[in-house]
């Protein structure tokens, strides 16, 4: 096993080797995958990589602004907002695998459209090993490895082979900001896969806005570090509540809270009661469409860590 600073040299030299004098691109996130990937890039083929940060609709509250502000005066950076192109290919669409497959789909279509741009010729992506390995398994597919046939960029995965506590630590070694290192992880189709059913856009913006509560409420209480992953879930079901002296029926939102240290495996953390109730009381409070919150408490296996 390599330490992070040999990883690092190696992984370097390996991105030389592949990508030479060509040009690439870097889907960035602002995740520590895509962020780790575009450090390493940059280190070795340094201004001939472009990095394209995509806003495909799906992101959380005040993400945009955050990745823009961390990485448009470090990195060679561009922000593509494809957001009306990815809900349009989504309009109607219920199956999980099905939306995954699409917003992959859109996503290079998105890429290689850009790299024209640029003269690029590799796209580069923050694929990790629990990526792959569950796409083989074929528990899921992840949109950085359900590409179309066809692809006319070539792949250049540098972090393919390690797990996200490995990564964080070559964040750490390249001195990457703890708020990037340590953010927790959000899947590439985002909120794509945290609404269950069809994808439209008030069902959207209805699970950004219990998920931040979700954030505000667990980083208020100061769990937040204690904790791997923290996040809602819009499921397609409603239920009958009651808001004043009106009978109302609105969703069920599931509060999904658990800890792990790879993703392969994944244990619900224990919640203080007081932070669960407060969640419920001000996603049912503030968001009109809610009217009902449940707590997952399945670990993985034999869930999965998201619920599409």
């Not at 889907?27 to 995958?33: I, N």
């Not at 950004?208 to 979700?214: A, E, P, Q």
């Amino acid at each position: 096993m390599l330490s992070p600073k040999e990883f690092i040299e190696d992984a370097v030299q390996k991105i030389k080797k592949q990508i030479g004098d060509e040009k690439a691109i870097i889907a960035l996130s602002g995740g520590v995958d895509s962020s780790v990937c575009s450090v390493l890039v940059h280190e070795a083929i340094g201004d001939n990589l472009t990095a394209i940060f995509v806003d495909h609709g799906l992101l959380r509250e005040g993400e945009v602004e955050q990745v823009t502000n961390t990485f448009k005066d470090r990195l060679n950076f561009k922000f593509v907002d494809a957001s009306d192109e990815f809900m349009d290919a989504l309009e109607g669409v219920d199956d999980p695998e099905e939306k995954r497959k699409i917003i992959g789909k859109v996503f290079i279509e998105v890429f290689e459209r850009e790299a024209k741009k640029y003269d690029a010729k590799y796209l580069v992506q923050g694929t990790i090993a629990p990526d792959w390995i569950e796409t083989k398994g074929k528990i899921k597919s992840h949109h950085n490895l359900a590409l179309p046939s066809g692809m006319v960029l070539e792949l250049c995965e540098p972090i393919r082979d390690l797990y996200k506590d490995e990564v964080r630590e070559i964040g750490d070694e390249l001195d990457l900001p703890a708020t990037t290192v340590y953010r927790q992880p959000f899947p590439g189709p985002g909120l794509g896969v945290r609404v269950v059913g069809e994808l439209t856009r008030e069902n959207v913006e209805i699970c950004r806005k219990t998920n931040k509560i979700v954030c505000d409420e667990i980083e208020a209480a100061g769990i937040d570090k204690d904790v791997w992953q923290y996040f809602a879930v819009l499921t397609d079901t409603k239920v009958t509540g009651v808001k004043g002296d009106q009978r109302d029926f609105g969703y069920l939102v599931i509060v999904r809270v658990v800890n792990s240290i790879d993703a392969m495996t994944a244990s619900v953390a224990e919640l203080p009661w007081e932070v669960v109730q407060t969640i419920s009381k001000r996603i049912t409070s503030e968001i009109s469409e809610v009217t009902h919150v449940a707590l997952s408490v399945s670990d993985k296996p034999p869930a999965t860590i998201e619920f599409c």
